[in-house]
C-alpha cells in the first residue's frame, strides 16, 4: 500500500493554518495543528469506497470549534479536572486559570486550545505520520509561571492500514523535574454505526469505579455494576457515562486491550490498546449522542492533589530533571471473528 501526507489552508473560527491528510488506499486521518493537534478525523472505507468516519466532529466545527467536543483533543499536562486550579509541587503552591465551566476548578491542561508547531512528517513503506510538539514556554507563555517546568510534548500521529497510532514523548526544555499527566479525549463512533449510541456495546476490563463529587474523585472506588459494568461487553443504551474507571486488567505485549466498541451485525469492531503508562480510563456520552468518548489516561482525574504515596498510586508522574517518558496509544479498526 502506497501512503501520502497531503497539506491543505484550513479555517475554523477565527484561526487560519494547515491541515495534514494523512492517507492510504482505504484509509485517511485529518490532523489540525492549529486547533491542539488535534485528530479531527480517522476514516476507513470498505471495497465499495464507501467512507466510515470513526472519530466524530461536530457538524459546526468549522464555525464553533471547541476544542474538546470533536475529534482527538490531546490533554496536557494534566488530563480532565485539578482541584481549585491547584496543587503543591517542590514546597511551592502552584496555580492555574480556572477554566472548568463552574469556574471553580482547572480542565484538560494547556494543549487542547494552543496552536502546535509540526516538526515533521513523512512516510514509511506501511504508514503516513505527522509530528507536532508543544511547549509551554514558547506556545502558552501566559502559562509559564503556572507550571514547575517547562513541559514538552512531542506527539506522533501514525496511519497504518488498520491503526491509527499515537506515539508520545514528554520531557522538560528546561532540564527540571517534571509532574505531569497525559490524557487523550477522543469520541469515536462504532464501526458501521446507527445514528444513536443506544445499540453500540462497550467492552473494558475495568473492575472499579472512582467515587466523584461535582466530577472530582473523593478518593474512594467502588466495584463495578449494572450499567456502569462492561467487563463482559454491554449496549450502552439510555446509560448516561462520566465516569472514571481504574483498576484494569490490561495485558501489555507491548500493547493491551483497554476498550473495545461495535455494534451488533458490523463487521468490525473498534479497539483501544495502550502500553502499562495508560492505566486510568473515562467513559463519556455527550448530550448528542452521536459518539462515545473512550479516553485513555495515565493517572486518575485531580491525581496531583492526592495526598502521599496515593498520589503515585493514582499515577500522577514525576518525571526525574533530565529524563525523558515515552507512551504509545493505539486504535485499531478489527475484523470481529
Not at 468549522?62 to 488530563?79: A, Y
Not at 504508514?127 to 509551554?136: D, L
Not at 443506544?198 to 463529587?213: F, H, K, V
Request: charged share 25%; proline share 8%.
Amino acid at each position: 500500500m502506497a501512503f501520502r501526507v497531503s497539506a491543505k489552508d484550513v479555517r475554523a473560527g477565527d484561526r487560519f493554518g494547515t491541515a495534514y491528510e494523512l492517507s492510504g488506499d482505504g484509509c485517511r486521518a485529518e490532523v489540525w495543528p492549529t486547533h491542539g493537534f488535534n485528530c479531527l478525523r480517522w476514516q476507513m472505507s470498505d471495497t465499495n469506497r464507501v467512507w466510515d468516519d470513526l472519530i466524530f466532529a461536530m457538524p459546526d466545527w468549522e464555525q464553533n470549534p471547541v476544542p474538546t467536543r470533536s475529534g482527538h483533543p490531546v490533554l496536557f499536562p494534566f488530563p480532565n479536572r485539578l482541584r481549585n486550579g491547584r496543587f503543591e509541587h517542590g514546597g511551592q503552591t502552584w496555580q492555574l486559570p480556572l477554566n472548568e465551566a463552574s469556574g471553580l476548578h482547572a480542565i484538560h491542561g494547556f494543549t487542547p486550545r494552543t496552536p502546535w508547531r509540526v516538526i515533521d512528517s513523512g512516510t514509511t513503506t506501511d504508514s503516513a505520520f505527522v509530528t507536532g510538539e508543544f511547549q509551554i514556554s514558547k506556545d502558552a507563555p501566559a502559562a509559564v509561571g503556572c507550571w514547575p517546568a517547562d513541559a514538552r510534548l512531542r506527539l506522533t500521529y501514525r496511519l497504518t492500514e488498520s491503526a491509527l497510532r499515537v506515539e508520545a514523548l514528554v520531557d522538560a526544555a528546561d532540564g527540571k523535574e517534571l509532574p505531569f499527566g497525559l490524557g487523550y479525549h477522543p469520541y469515536f463512533r462504532a464501526p458501521g454505526d446507527s445514528a444513536d449510541v443506544a445499540d453500540w456495546r462497550i467492552t473494558a476490563p475495568a473492575y472499579e469505579t472512582w467515587e466523584l463529587e461535582a466530577n472530582l474523585p473523593t478518593g474512594a472506588k467502588h466495584p463495578v455494576a449494572g450499567p456502569l459494568d462492561f467487563r463482559a461487553g454491554r449496549s450502552i443504551g439510555t446509560t448516561v457515562l462520566d465516569t472514571a474507571y481504574t483498576s484494569l486488567m490490561i495485558p501489555t505485549d507491548p500493547l493491551g486491550e483497554m476498550a473495545s466498541l461495535d455494534k451488533p451485525g458490523s463487521e468490525f469492531r473498534l479497539v483501544v490498546a495502550v502500553d502499562r503508562s495508560f492505566r486510568e480510563l473515562l467513559l463519556f456520552t455527550p448530550q448528542h449522542r452521536k459518539a462515545v468518548a473512550i479516553e485513555p489516561y495515565t493517572c486518575a482525574t485531580d491525581a496531583a492533589n492526592r495526598p502521599g504515596v496515593a498520589k503515585t498510586a493514582a499515577g500522577w508522574i514525576v518525571l526525574p530533571a533530565g529524563k525523558r517518558w515515552t507512551g504509545t496509544v493505539e486504535y485499531r479498526r478489527e475484523r470481529i471473528s
